[in-house]
């Protein structure tokens, strides 16, 4: 990057808690050391998949602020990113956004793109702790940890020897040499797929969507959705929540797990049928292992808290501290290498939105 060109950076959002989990002091030092960079605070509501709703006096305020800048950065609380805004900000060649669930509901993705302006998403820096409780997951629903817990905590007793030899967590419950089928072969999916190496595990992947070339590159084998389910001791669920895949685990699927098997959701409460999981369930012969509902928080009369099969966790597999710095870390990542002349990594293209809002697949 030529030192003497130090590229201008605004970054719109809410405020605080964004600034504090953001802007860690390495962040802050890697920002000032190569470009000028300041917040601009606004406070628009918007969901994960609903736009913000339009705001002049925001928009007024941002673009005034951005009209010499080379990149805008969003997150909660920020305006569309809007042609409107975009007219009086004619030097931008790079919108990001920080944490907005990969689908850009704060930006006009086509008009950027209409414009040669480049689009990136850091909400994969939370695929690192996904990835991670996944692992964990998946470990303790091998070893029906669900049912030994409650022996030991609730009921208050011993689980013996002889006891734990007759346990599936002691027939099944070892990860390794087994087969895990992962549905979603995204940022989370490739992570995991580097803890799962040492265990030396044969991987089934369906995804649709991604590149078959990537089968070769990570030895994987691509499946369908119903073969995932027929031919892995444990599945793990990383799909993302669209019209496609709304509802789409239902008896089907958990019907052709294997006996002892293993169901992991770290991804979308609703993209499973929880009544046909249920029901799957209390058979008693296999365990799921769930980080997120639907709905959310799962009710206190529900069912799913009464078996010993089944490991609840309140959706907190991609919520920690080292989150926030992480996103942006990312993002800098990714100004250093569109200002150096590199390819950036974390692209986000119209075709990744209209996948988010249902487009068939092509395979």
Same mark, same amino acid.
């Given at each position: 990057m030529d030192p003497s060109q130090r590229p201008t950076i605004v970054f719109c959002f809410n405020g605080k808690p964004w600034v504090s989990s953001f802007f860690s002091e390495a962040n802050r030092a890697r920002l000032t050391a190569d470009y000028d960079w300041q917040i601009v605070v606004t406070d628009i509501t918007s969901s994960w998949t609903e736009s913000p709703k339009e705001d002049s006096s925001a928009e007024l305020k941002l673009s005034s602020a951005c009209s010499k800048a080379d990149a805008l950065i969003v997150c909660h609380g920020s305006p569309m990113i809007n042609e409107r805004i975009l007219n009086k900000c004619? %030097?931008?060649?790079f919108v990001g956004e920080l944490e907005g669930d990969r689908f850009a509901s704060r930006i006009d993705v086509a008009e950027c793109e209409r414009r040669g302006i480049s689009v990136i998403d850091t909400t994969n820096g939370s695929s690192y702790p996904v990835a991670e409780w996944a692992l964990a997951l998946t470990m303790m629903g091998l070893r029906n940890y669900g049912s030994v817990v409650r022996k030991m905590i609730i009921d208050r007793a011993e689980v013996t020897y002889e006891q734990w030899q007759q346990d599936r967590g002691y027939s099944r419950g070892e990860l390794t040499g087994k087969t895990v089928g992962i549905l979603g072969f995204g940022h989370i999916g490739r992570r995991l797929l580097k803890f799962l190496q040492p265990f030396d595990v044969k991987t #089934? *992947?369906?995804?649709?969507? *991604? /590149?078959?070339?990537?089968? +070769?590159?990570?030895?994987?084998?691509?499946?369908?959705?119903n073969s995932v389910f027929e031919k892995s +001791? *444990?599945?793990i669920c990383l799909l993302?929540?669209?019209?496609?895949?709304?509802?789409?685990?239902?008896?089907?699927?958990f019907s052709l797990m294997r006996e002892g098997s293993v169901f992991v959701n770290v991804s979308r409460g609703r993209v499973v049928n929880h009544a046909d999981l249920l029901a799957r369930l209390r058979r008693n012969d296999m365990v799921a292992?769930? +980080?997120?509902?639907d709905p959310e928080p799962v009710p206190a009369n529900s069912p799913f808290r009464d078996l010993p099969n089944v490991i609840l966790s309140p959706?907190?597999?991609? #919520?920690?501290?080292? +989150?926030g710095p992480r996103f942006l870390s990312l993002m800098i990542d990714e100004l250093d290498r569109?200002?150096?002349? *590199?390819? /950036? %990594?974390?692209?986000?293209?119209?075709? #990744? #939105?209209?996948?988010r809002f249902g487009r068939s697949p092509q395979r």
């Open positions: 004619k %030097r931008i060649r #089934v *992947v369906y995804d649709p969507y *991604v /590149t078959r070339d990537m089968a +070769d590159i990570f030895d994987i084998q691509f499946t369908s959705l +001791d *444990v599945v993302p929540i669209t019209p496609s895949t709304e509802g789409m685990l239902t008896a089907s699927q292992c769930l +980080d997120v509902f959706h907190i597999a991609g #919520v920690t501290a080292e +989150d569109f200002f150096s002349g *590199v390819e /950036t %990594r974390f692209n986000l293209t119209s075709d #990744v #939105v209209k996948l």
